[in-house]
């Protein structure tokens, strides 16, 4: 079963901090970015924004699976 985020954990001012998979695990995002890079999480793409790094899925018709929309934890 591939890893995939599920979950998603943001700090006051709403920017994802850290992301949970669907094994439970807990990575801050810069372990997620590195994560993604190492093809061990799924369904999520780095992209590069001003010099900084991020995570987004890949875009789709479903607005549901966007990082945004996933439950908090």
Known sequence: MEERVVAVNK???GNIIAVKTNRGQVYRIEQAIQQV???VLKGVQVVNR???QYLRT???QTPENNLDELPEF
């Open 11 to 13: 700090d006051p001012d």
């Open 37 to 39: 890079n190492n093809g």
């Open 50 to 52: 001003e010099g900084k």
């Open 58 to 60: 890949y875009p789709d």
